[in-house]
């Protein structure tokens, strides 16, 4: 099967690097060329020069963009996906995306012959470098039999969720709860440590008990007490998903109290913030407020 790959952001780049290395015939596209010659140079896949020029061949097409409208626009005009990809050929969309937009992008796809599912990550950048994410899928089972030989290049757990969207949604929910769990974790350890508490030790009690979380397990202790807080997944990435899972529970007529107020939350600290920082560096946010630091 011959692959295309569009946009080699945090993840995009590992994941891609996964593809090129399971000897599938790659050519990559990202907005910034530099990247992509960068990445050419790299592993030997072709550098092209527009979505079009990548996919032309492709027998899969891989997005992985910041939003399903970021996919959308790369539809459209004589270097658009919509003019380039071939008839049987698949989209295979590893945004974390909309589910209503992912639905208009299939229907617009599907007047061209071309299949979509989307099929949003989870695993980090380390798991992609591992080739060790979940993938969510949505879409027809027997595209994703047909796309997941290249799927397993960088995906260990390949989980069928539902029709057009329902990886999306999925995806969504997963990560809100990430946010609620990074957050909650924050404000609790920033009073133990006004108790007297320190956080190692509360850490070492919450995860041998029933308050624990990823957040406490993993992302407090490596990036939090160290202080490294290293940048692999960015914070206004969270943000949008977080208010994604809560605009779908608006839509769905869902009461998700806490949902809305951890998307207020985190669109505050992503405007606090700004575009670079990672998620877990909202936890200064938390520490700002309560006067301590969580360490
Ligand atoms: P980054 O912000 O690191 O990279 C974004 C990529 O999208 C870059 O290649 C960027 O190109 C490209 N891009 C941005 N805007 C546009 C546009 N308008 N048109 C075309 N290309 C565009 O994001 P990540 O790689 O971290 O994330 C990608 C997706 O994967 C997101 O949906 C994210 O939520 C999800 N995800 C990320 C994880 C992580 O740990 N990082 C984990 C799981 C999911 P350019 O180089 O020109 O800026």
Sequence with gaps: ?????????????????????AKFPLAVWNRTASRAREFSEATGARAATSPADAARDADVVITCLPNSPEVMSLLDGGDGLLAAMRRGAALVDCTSGEPATSRRIAERLRERGVDFIDAPVSGGVSGAEKGALTVMVGGDRAVLDR????????????????AVGAGDALKA????????????AAEGLALLV????????????INASSGRSNASMNLIPERVLTRAFPRTFRLALLDKDVGIAAAVASADAVPAPMLQLTAALWKLAHNSLGEVADHVETVKIIEQWAGVEIA
């Design 1 to 21: 099967m011959h692959v295309a790959f569009l946009g080699l952001g945090a993840i995009g780049w590992p994941m891609a690097r996964r593809v090129a290395e």
């Design 147 to 162: 796309v997941r030989p290249v799927l397993e290049s960088f995906g260990q757990k390949i989980v069928h969720c539902g």
């Design 173 to 184: 929910v997963n990560n809100a709860l990430l946010a609620v769990h990074i957050w909650s």
């Design 194 to 205: 006004k108790e007297g508490v320190a956080p190692a030790t509360a850490l070492d009690v």
